[in-house]
């Protein structure tokens, strides 16, 4: 597949923007699930704006994420996040990309579910332990067992981002296929699929 060819059929998505009426997709998940890197290339492919919450929050601070956590601590760091999102919902049609603890505020969850879909995607911890070990600036992984406090998150994590409209497995395969799988999910989920394209009569 060349640079230039589409992820996504036009039609195909012109059919789930429409479906979506201007509803935000919002993608959440475990931190080192993809939600940045997959979340560029479906806004890309839906040609929606991509957002992501965290670095709405660095703009809105005037700080990076670890030093508002050094700084002002995880408490202060979860309030601000609340209101970025609320006031990033209000936006309409985006894929927003939300940092990790974000979902489990039960105000933001019931935002989410009133104004945009959203999509978990799920990552098995051998995947984002991979994927985190490159970036060292995870406030929340500052610890000497970091593979136990990922294992702790997930634990209390993963039964509230089941509540998410559609799931997704966050999988080692190339960003274009984690796409196509979330952009099948959400037209199931909507109901929006094309329908199946009968054989041309000779």
């Not at 560029?40 to 040609?47: F, G, P, V």
């Not at 799920?122 to 332990?129: F, R």
């Not at 274009?176 to 799988?181: C, R, S």
Request: proline share 5%; charged share 25%; net charge neutral.
């Amino acid at each position: 597949m060349s640079a230039q060819a589409r992820i996504v059929e036009a039609d195909r998505a012109r059919r789930l923007t429409a479906a979506l009426g201007g509803r935000a997709v919002v993608l959440v998940g475990i931190m080192g699930c993809g939600k940045s890197s997959v979340g560029r290339r479906l806004a890309q492919a839906l040609e929606l704006p991509f957002v992501d919450a965290d670095t709405e929050i660095e703009a809105a601070a005037n700080l990076t994420i670890a030093e508002i956590f050094a700084q002002h601590g995880e408490p202060y760091f979860r309030a601000g996040e609340q209101r970025v999102i609320a006031r990033l919902l209000k936006q309409g049609a985006q894929v927003l990309a939300t940092g990790g603890g974000a979902y489990m505020n039960a105000e933001t969850r019931a935002e989410i579910a009133r104004t945009a879909v959203s999509v978990w995607l799920k990552a098995d911890l051998d995947i984002v332990m991979s994927r985190v070990r490159r970036k060292p600036t995870r406030p929340l992984l500052n610890d000497p067992d970091p593979e136990g406090v990922m294992r702790r998150l997930m634990a209390e994590r993963y039964p509230v981002y089941a509540e998410a409209d559609v799931t997704v497995p966050s999988r080692d395969v190339p960003h274009e296929t984690v796409v196509l799988d979330i952009v099948a999910a959400l037209e199931t989920h909507l109901g929006c699929a094309a329908p199946e394209a009968t054989p041309q009569e000779g």
